[in-house]
């Protein structure tokens, strides 16, 4: 735990200095009591650079991805069941498709379309995109309902689309920073791995009234018309104030351990740090899950799966093969 300064103990909590030693593949959720701030800090290494070496994507595809993982492990990294968080685009953009799938606690899988032929240099994350949607879905197992959040992409990235889903869905002032790099390197062992971080910030005060937000425009006021407005808060505007500061290079830097750079932020208000939560790179799927999934098909269409005496299925996420028999696959 850190405070003002790392020497000194503030109303009884503990306090030390920040660890200097950098830890990948964890989300540090941390607090900032201060100014009524919550929020969690992402990085991730060779999780990454396992999930997108899996494919081999173009660099900004893999990019793109990339971005979507962060973001995924920022938001269902609080989940507080053993549930599955899933984030899913469909647009009409280069990438066409992407798919994130957090298993709580810890297990993380991804995948990616896109059409080699759009794809051109230069291209953000928006033009990526394109225009079409976002999903967010909780599912929370077996006999319970989903929940699934919906926001429209026009064209901007995804830290856009999170600042417009907590704006409509969850009316929670937040602040989402993403990035993305190819890290290289020399000497033995691997040149070229991917490296993300990520942070979001939310404003959670005690007293509602403090949270509150203006009215959503509703599009069609006519011409001239008063719009409802609230300041903000001025906490809030400090928090977002500081995370507008972080640098992609300070998300990213494998020298640069997350306590550092939180305390960086947030020393001068002081900042309190909880453990890590570890995230590993492991897909769900299985010989058991794939037989399964065959023998919910239809008849016709399992018997047009045979092909060379043999039914062949890759898993999209981490393109492990199964091969099974007409028999084991229930083709009559």
């Known amino acids: 735990m850190t405070s003002e300064s790392p020497d000194i103990k503030t109303r009884g909590t503990p306090t030390r200095a920040p660890s200097a030693v950098p830890v990948d593949d964890a989300v540090l959720p941390f607090e900032v009591d201060a100014l009524d701030l919550r929020g969690r800090l992402t990085r991730l290494g060779p999780a990454l650079d396992d999930l997108l070496a899996k494919h081999d994507y173009p660099a900004p595809v893999g990019k793109l991805l990339g971005e979507a993982v962060v973001l995924t492990t920022l938001l269902g990294s609080s989940l507080k069941f053993d549930g599955r968080f899933i984030l899913q685009t469909q647009t009409d953009g280069p990438v066409s498709f992407l798919i994130v799938d957090f298993q709580a606690p810890d297990r993380l899988r991804a995948y990616a379309r896109f059409d080699a032929k759009r794809l051109k240099d230069g291209q953000d994350s928006g ?4 225009k079409g949607h976002l999903a967010m879905t909780i599912d929370q197992g077996a006999d319970m309902s989903r929940y699934q959040g919906l926001v429209a992409l026009e064209g901007g990235n995804l830290e856009d689309a999170a600042h417009e889903y907590f704006l409509r869905s969850e009316q929670i002032p937040t602040r989402v920073r993403i990035a993305v790099g190819e890290e290289w390197r020399g000497g033995a062992g691997p040149k070229h791995r991917w490296r993300a971080g990520g942070m979001l910030l939310q404003f959670l005060p005690q007293a509602a009234e403090r949270a509150r937000r203006a009215d959503l425009h509703p599009g069609d006021a006519p011409e001239g018309s008063l719009t409802h407005t609230v300041a903000e808060d ?6 977002q104030s500081l995370i507008s500061t972080v640098e992609d290079i300070e998300l990213i830097d494998p020298d640069l351990s997350g306590e550092r750079l939180l305390y960086r932020l947030f020393h001068e208000r002081g900042v309190r740090v909880f453990r890590p939560l570890a995230l590993h790179a492991q897909c769900s799927c299985s010989r058991e899950a794939v037989s399964a999934m065959l023998k ?19 898993c999209e996420f981490c393109s492990s093969v199964y091969q099974f ?3 084991e696959a229930g083709v009559e």
């Open 127 to 130: 033009a990526l995109l394109g």
């Open 234 to 239: 001025d906490a809030w505007v400090e928090g």
């Open 296 to 314: 919910s098909f239809a008849p016709k269409d399992r018997a047009e799966m045979v092909k060379d005496g043999k039914v062949v299925v890759t």
């Open 325 to 327: 028999t007409p028999h």
